[in-house]
């Protein structure tokens, strides 16, 4: 083990190294050497026997110090390696950028910070959303630049490939629909309401949401991170230069393919959350078929249908919006895109719920 | 001579953050122009700039003698059909095919029939050496072919200028040598501008007609003209260091 020796004359400070310096480490070092006030201090390295990196450091922050604190220096009969390791890590940087680091700031200048952000995002927000539905509008009447295979491509994805997953979850949300109203509805002897409980609630609400939340994770993830990759490869950047839209030849497609399956999506979902329910209803619950298919008839109304579609096609814009917003604002290195496509999804979420929140209370407003 | 391109005291950068100030040059009809430079002094940027991808800070740049900066939507979009770009990883779109890539620019902005751009691209796409790769996706060619069917690409339009970000990094030095060359030959075959960020010495000498040298520690252009001549030249020691390598290789052997 290493050993530092201090032995103070007329303000000099003479640090003798002795010994192997493997991993060393002194924690009080600076301290006894402050408390020798030294003017200067010598560094004798001559009966240093091994070293490595920790004692670099050792030499490279009192090196750092003694300049700093205006001590002159010395690094005596240092190992050839270690003088010059030391020299490396000692020459000043050429430049660096200061004016780039960021000053600390105050609480009061956070607030404001933050609050000019919140406003600049609406803004961002905003401009994205019109250029995405004009682009939109371009794409409906053909106008665009958007490439056809890409939407059919893209609504391959939103559609037919979606199809399975969606019917697997509505099946299973139907089904536990089911088993926790029964057992409410067994307290007033009422089971066979069941049914009723099952329909009603697919159809308007459950259904959408659940279609909602898959699509958000598994279509709006996929367009963050594809159109994340796009600008990290260049090629967002290619588009602009080519002066083609992003917006039409990107998000517009994308947007049109799941804004129109997901109407269809959710009448996919409703079908199998009914199937889901009848499935408990009949084979767990006992409930004839007849009866449990009569209730679910008599619970059907049309009006609930359209509300559930209409959420899936709100949903569809607000999942193909987010998405392709945190793809295009993705930065360009491969963390960014995994920020994107987490951000995609979250937000997809968070916008659904108070989509669904708004429409609800519009909705009742209006005796919908 | 009237130029081709010309920057009026443009300080650009990010934000708050300026990286190169007062930048003032001009690059002549049919010059290989390289812009070079110490890592992170601003080439890229100065690129980003130069495509219209970001505005300058303060300042204008005119092409052909039309303000960019001043110019409308319209305008813009008319400077930028006479420019190409070949990005550092080539920015090919990577679900479509080289084909289909090369055809994108001429489907959006010229008349041709269908035949006829199917023609073009083959000829691009021969031109940069890549005949036959029509069907191929970019993920199933190297890096130096990528770069080839980008410059393909940037080639479709026929412009008059093309922009360069890096063309040599990550190739090998024949690959290098092989661009650099096809890079002259357009240069002189087709009477194309060529816009240059390198700092590959050899290409800097081999097809440098005229050049400026951004510096990182007084973000200023520290120095203009031919790069040999700049070389015979030198306006202070950071621009030789970096034209040899040489100082700092023998400051180590000391
Ligand atoms: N998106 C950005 N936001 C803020 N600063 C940036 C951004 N991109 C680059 N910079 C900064 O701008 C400066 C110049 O970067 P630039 O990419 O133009 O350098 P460069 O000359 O191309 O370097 P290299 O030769 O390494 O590619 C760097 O200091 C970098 O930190
Ligand atoms: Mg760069």
């Known amino acids: 083990m290493g050993d530092i020796i201090l032995t103070l004359q007329d303000k000099t400070l003479t640090l003798t190294l002795k010994g192997n310096f493997i991993d060393f480490e002194d924690g009080k070092l600076y301290q006894n050497i402050a408390g020798y006030l030294p003017e200067n201090i010598i560094i004798n390295g001559l009966e240093i026997n091994k070293w490595d990196s920790s004692l670099l450091?050792?030499?490279?922050?009192?090196?750092?110090?003694?300049?700093?604190?205006?001590?002159?220096?010395?690094?005596?009969?240092?190992?050839?390696?270690?003088?010059?390791?030391?020299?490396?890590?000692?020459?000043?940087?050429?430049?660096?950028?200061?004016?780039?680091?960021?000053?600390?700031?105050?609480?009061?200048?956070?607030?404001?910070?933050?609050?000019?952000?919140?406003?600049?995002?609406?803004?961002?927000?905003?401009?994205?959303?019109?250029?995405?539905?004009k682009s939109l509008w371009l794409f409906i009447r053909r106008k665009s630049s958007a490439r056809k295979t890409d939407f059919l491509f893209a609504f391959e994805e939103c559609g037919p490939n979606a199809m399975s997953i969606v019917a697997l979850i509505s099946f299973m949300v139907g089904?536990?629909?089911?088993?926790?109203?029964?057992?409410?509805?067994?307290?007033?002897?009422?089971?066979?309401?069941?049914?009723?409980l099952v329909t009603i609630g697919t159809i308007r609400i459950m259904g959408a949401i659940m279609v909602g939340i898959i699509m958000a994770g598994r279509t709006g993830a996929s367009f963050a991170a594809t159109i994340g990759s796009m600008q990290v490869n260049e090629e967002i950047d290619a588009?602009?230069?080519?002066?083609?839209?992003?917006?039409?030849?990107?998000v517009a497609p994308r947007m049109a393919s799941l804004v129109i399956a997901m109407p269809f999506l959710t009448m996919w979902a409703d079908f199998f959350g009914i199937s889901g329910g009848a499935f408990v209803g009949i084979l767990a619950l006992d409930i004839p078929a007849t009866e449990y298919f009569n209730h679910a008839f008599n619970a059907w109304s049309m009006k609930n249908f359209w509300v559930g579609i209409f959420h899936g096609f709100i949903f569809g814009f607000i999942i193909s919006l987010c998405g392709c917003y945190y793809g295009i604002n993705s930065s360009k290195n491969a963390d960014g895109v995994?920020?994107?496509?987490?951000?995609?999804?979250?937000?997809?979420?968070?916008?659904?719920?108070?989509?669904?929140?708004?429409?609800?209370f519009v909705f009742e407003r209006l005796g919908i | 001579m009237k130029s081709k391109i010309a920057a009026k005291n443009m300080d650009i950068?990010?934000?708050?953050?300026?990286?190169?100030?007062?930048?003032?040059?001009?690059?002549?009809?049919?010059?290989?122009?390289?812009?070079?430079?110490?890592s992170g002094c601003g080439k890229s940027t100065m690129l980003k700039v130069l495509t219209g991808l970001m505005p300058p800070l303060k300042g204008n740049f005119y092409i052909d003698d039309i303000d960019y900066i001043k110019a409308d939507e319209q305008t813009k979009l008319e400077i930028m059909k006479k420019v190409g770009v070949l990005y550092q990883s080539g920015g090919l779109f990577s679900s479509m095919t080289l084909a289909e890539n090369v055809a994108l620019p001429l489907q959006k902005?010229?008349?041709?029939?269908?035949?006829?751009?199917?023609?073009l691209v083959s000829l691009k796409l021969?031109?940069?050496?890549?005949?036959?790769?029509?069907?191929?996706?970019?993920?199933?060619?190297?890096g130096?072919?990528?770069?080839?069917?980008?410059?393909?690409?940037?080639?479709?339009?026929?412009?008059?200028?093309?922009?360069?970000?890096?063309?040599?990094?990550?190739?090998?030095?024949?690959?290098?040598?092989?661009?650099?060359?096809?890079?002259?030959?357009?240069?002189?075959?087709?009477?194309?501008?060529?816009v240059v960020v390198t700092h590959e010495l050899s290409s800097i000498f081999a097809i440098g007609t005229n050049s400026i040298f951004l510096d990182a520690k007084t973000k200023t252009v520290k120095a203009r003209g031919n790069p040999a001549q700049i070389l015979k030249n030198p306006p202070n020691e950071d621009v030789y260091n970096f034209l040899t390598r040489g100082k700092y290789d023998e400051k180590r052997a000391e």
């Not at chain 1, 995994?338 to 609800?360: D, N, P």
Request: charged share 20%; aromatic share 10%.
């Open chain 1, 57 to 133: 450091l050792i030499l490279f922050n009192l090196n750092k110090y003694a300049n700093e604190n205006n001590i002159k220096i010395e690094n005596l009969y240092m190992p050839q390696g270690l003088i010059k390791m030391l020299k490396l890590a000692l020459v000043v940087p050429e430049h660096i950028n200061r004016e780039t680091m960021p000053a600390n700031e105050s609480i009061l200048e956070k607030i404001g910070g933050f609050g000019l952000n919140v406003w600049q995002n609406t803004l961002k927000g905003t401009i994205f959303m019109m250029t995405c539905f």
């Open chain 1, 175 to 196: 089904l536990i629909l089911a088993f926790v109203g029964a057992i409410q509805l067994k307290n007033f002897g009422a089971q066979v309401f069941v049914a009723d």
């Open chain 1, 239 to 250: 588009l602009k230069t080519m002066g083609i839209s992003w917006a039409e030849f990107l």
């Open chain 1, 338 to 360: 995994g920020i994107a496509t987490t951000k995609a999804v979250v937000s997809s979420v968070v916008w659904l719920i108070v989509a669904t929140g708004i429409i609800t």
């Open chain 2, 13 to 38: 950068g990010y934000e708050k953050k300026v990286i190169i100030k007062n930048a003032t040059f001009e690059v002549n009809n049919n010059d290989i122009f390289i812009i070079m430079g110490a």
């Open chain 2, 109 to 119: 902005y010229s008349s041709y029939s269908k035949k006829a751009i199917d023609d």
């Open chain 2, 126 to 142: 021969a031109l940069v050496g890549l005949d036959g790769y029509n069907d191929y996706y970019p993920s199933q060619i190297s």
């Open chain 2, 144 to 194: 130096g072919m990528k770069k080839r069917a980008g410059l393909a690409r940037a080639l479709a339009l026929d412009p008059e200028i093309v922009y360069f970000d890096e063309p040599s990094a990550g190739l090998d030095p024949l690959s290098s040598a092989r661009l650099d060359n096809l890079m002259q030959d357009i240069n002189q075959n087709l009477k194309t501008t060529l």
